[in-house]
């Protein structure tokens, strides 16, 4: 019955679709390959040497490279949302890997506004020379609003049809990969998210595309605040971003040692409060004698942010406390190897899921292997924290044991 249903099942969208009931991301890939490899349908005939297993193809075409449903000639690629360092990484594998198979690239330039406005650029390997060890994009990004617009999403499709693209590549967040989704609805090519967010709060991959490097500035950044926190005997409340998730937060504060952290996802369990704080860091001080106080505190998390919160501190608690605020700092420098490598990865996965006939999936890296992940279950389903990783850090690192706790509150 299933095979059957297969059998009649000609295109991998309509079958990711089929599909997209509450299986296992992981095992609805595995289906729609297994379909594939089951018909010998036409983008086998391509010129893909691939190193993931599911993509067994044969013979190589120079020109363009039919799959499933039409042949690829020309692709698109944009970078939205806010930069995250890794992304002209990423941007150099989609165009590598595009080459590769014989298919052009246009890049379009701010993200979806470069859609509206028809900005678009070509690209070759000499446009992405050692553009992998910058941060920020070379093809620039953009938050624009009027893209949730439908009228916005039709002019997109109407720019994407005259310039002959066959696919678009997205490389952002779960906001990026929203206007994917509602470009999707209004136009017939193929779109494959790409996740690039310092936020890592994309679900259904293992890490996003900048978040390493952001976890390691934060966490060189907290380890410099220390000298000067044990100098000084000070209490430092260190701001991180990660909009509304505390990836940046949790890792951070672990990798530096951090006394504290307040992050979303603790506080929605329960809030901490300015007491409860001051008793917390009075603790420390009596079980430590002289010496720092360091919080990591998420942004968003305190009304007025770590600046408030240090001023708070000193003129009610008599407290000596500075803010630090890392700010967009985290999304700037040398991207980390990791973010290097996921994203050449992830890239050139983009790429071999378009000759695979994918369409609305999220190429991803997750339990070690190269995943698509249906766009709309990016944003639907959260990525949870690490929950060891977090009692290690918020229990047994805590230098107040919770009967401490207790008892001193
Ligand atoms: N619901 C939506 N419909 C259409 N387009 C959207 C939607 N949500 C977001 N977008 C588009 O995607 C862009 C980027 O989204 P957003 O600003 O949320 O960043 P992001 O991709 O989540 O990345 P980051 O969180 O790292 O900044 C928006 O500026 C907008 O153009
Ligand atoms: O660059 P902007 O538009 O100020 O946005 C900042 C936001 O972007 C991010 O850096 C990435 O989503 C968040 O961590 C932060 O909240």
Do not use: C, N, P, W
């Given at each position: 019955m299933l095979c059957h249903g297969l059998r009649n099942l000609r295109c991998g969208t309509l079958l990711l679709q089929t599909l997209a009931g509450p299986v296992d991301?992981?095992?609805?890939?595995?289906?729609?390959?297994?379909?594939h490899r089951f018909h010998r349908l036409s983008f086998v005939k391509s010129s893909i040497s691939l190193p993931n297993k599911h993509l067994q193809t044969t013979?190589?075409?120079?020109?363009?490279?039919?799959?499933?449903?039409?042949?690829?000639?020309?692709i698109g690629v944009l970078t939205s949302g806010g930069d995250a360092p890794g992304m002209n990484a990423a941007l150099r594998a989609v165009v590598?890997?595009?080459?590769?198979?014989?298919?052009?690239?246009?890049?379009?330039?701010?993200g979806y506004q470069g859609l509206l406005d028809n900005d678009a650029v070509p690209m070759q390997a000499k446009d992405v020379l050692h553009i992998l060890q910058y941060s920020g994009t070379i093809i620039k990004s953009a938050r624009c609003r009027r893209f949730k617009e439908v009228e916005a999403a039709q002019l997109a499709a109407k720019n994407l049809d005259s310039l002959n693209i066959d696919a678009l590549?997205?490389?952002?967040?779960?906001?990026?990969?929203?206007g994917a989704d509602h470009l999707a609805n209004h136009w017939q090519g193929q779109i494959i998210g790409v996740p690039g967010t310092i936020d890592n709060d994309v679900y259904g991959t293992d890490q996003t595309i900048g978040y390493a490097t952001a976890v390691a500035i934060a966490m060189d950044a907290l380890d410099k605040i220390r000298d000067t926190a044990d100098a000084m005997d000070r209490v430092f409340i260190v701001e991180v971003m990660g909009r509304d998730a505390g990836f940046i937060g949790l890792c951070s504060a672990m990798s530096s040692g951090a006394e504290r952290m307040i992050l979303p996802e603790l506080q929605k369990e329960k809030a901490l409060t300015?007491?409860?704080l001051v008793k917390h860091i009075k603790?420390?001080?009596?079980?430590?004698?002289?010496?720092?106080?360091?919080?990591?505190?998420?942004e968003h998390q305190w009304p007025g942010g770590a600046v408030a919160l240090s001023e708070q501190l000193e003129a009610e608690y008599h407290l000596p406390c500075r803010p630090c605020l890392l700010g967009h700092i985290q999304r700037g420098g040398p991207p980390a190897p990791a973010d290097?490598?996921?994203?050449?990865e992830l890239g050139v996965h983009a790429v071999e899921l378009i000759l695979a006939g994918a369409h609305r999936v999220m190429a991803a890296k997750s339990q070690n292997a190269c995943v698509a992940v249906p766009l709309r279950e990016t944003w639907e389903k959260k990525h949870p924290l690490d929950e060891n990783l977090l009692r290690i850090q918020h229990e047994i690192f805590n230098p107040v044991k919770k009967k401490q706790q207790r008892a001193a509150l």
């Open positions: 991301h992981r095992l609805r890939l595995r289906f729609f390959f297994t379909a013979q190589r075409s120079k020109r363009s490279v039919s799959t499933s449903q039409k042949t690829i000639k020309r590598l890997a595009a080459e590769h198979y014989g298919i052009e690239t246009i890049a379009f330039r701010h590549i997205v490389i952002g967040g779960d906001g990026s990969f929203r300015i007491s409860a603790r420390v001080q009596e079980i430590r004698g002289e010496g720092s106080y360091v919080m990591v505190l998420s290097r490598i996921l994203a050449s």
